[in-house]
Antibody, heavy 119, light 107 residues
Framework: EVQLLESGGALVQPGGSLRLSCAGS????????MSWVRQAPGKGLEWVAA????????YYADSVKGRFTISRDNSKNTLFLQMNSLRAEDTAIYYC????????????WGQGTLVTVSS | DIQMTQSPSSLSASVGDRVTITCRAS??????LNWYQQKPGKAPTLLIY???SLQGGVPSRFSGSGSGTDFTLTISSLQPEDFATYYC?????????FGQGTQVEIK
């Protein structure tokens, strides 16, 4: 059974940093592209960042480019999102998501981790 | 960026009803469209990929159609467990973008 377990969400002040993790199991982690998708309270879904199966290629939404970094450690089956210069508008539940075959067809999602940016 | 517009934003329906949700892309996206279901407090789940392919384990009452710019998600006979919010997503071009969601409520 595929499982994705996020951690690292917290309350952080504007301008602060946070690192999210997503541990994958039940599949060959190193064979699939992975993404982070967020959902602000009461709002819709927003794709944030994606990384290729090898980690060699990454993509970012304009809203986080230059502030967030996606990475992965295939030896530990773990996906990361380093978030710097956090803003109030980054407040959201952050989901990690596994791609089915391409980049953005998400066939499995984690349960999400809440990031709150507030003073 | 490609804008995805869903209609309606919400609807009320009864168990057994046929429900149709539409999604329109701001430019052609071929068949590069997915549909997700999200229940309150839960992560989304993939229902339909490539516009019309049913994800494994999804009941056959769900179906998708369309190509180019106009797409449809149909629930042939609404069940109690189908009350949720539905999102379309284009995967034709980076950044991948979602529609604003359609909330399906109990009448």
């Amino acid at each position: 059974e595929v499982q994705l377990l996020e951690s690292g969400g917290a309350l952080v002040q504007p301008g602060g940093s946070l690192r999210l993790s997503c541990a994958g199991s039940g599949f060959t982690f190193s064979s699939y592209a992975m993404s982070w998708v967020r959902q602000a309270p009461g709002k819709g879904l927003e794709w944030v960042a994606a990384i290729s199966y090898s980690g060699g290629t990454t993509y970012y939404a304009d809203s986080v480019k230059g502030r967030f970094t996606i990475s992965r450690d295939n030896s530990k089956n773990t996906l990361f999102l380093q978030m710097n210069s956090l803003r109030a508008e980054d407040t959201a539940i952050y989901y990690c998501a596994k791609s089915k075959s391409g980049w953005y067809d998400f066939d499995h999602w984690g349960q999400g981790t809440l990031v709150t940016v507030s003073s | 960026d490609i804008q995805m517009t869903q209609s309606p934003s919400s609807l009320s329906a009864s168990v057994g009803d046929r429900v149709t949700i539409t999604c329109r892309a701001s430019q052609t996206i071929s068949s590069s469209l997915n549909w997700y279901q999200q229940k309150p407090g839960k992560a989304p789940t993939l229902l339909i990929y490539a516009a019309s392919s049913l994800q494994g384990g999804v009941p056959s009452r769900f179906s998708g159609s369309g190509s180019g710019t106009d797409f449809t998600l149909t629930i042939s006979s609404l069940q109690p467990e189908d009350f949720a919010t539905y999102y379309c997503q284009q995967i034709y071009r980076t950044p991948s973008t979602f529609g604003q969601g359609t909330q399906v409520e109990i009448k």
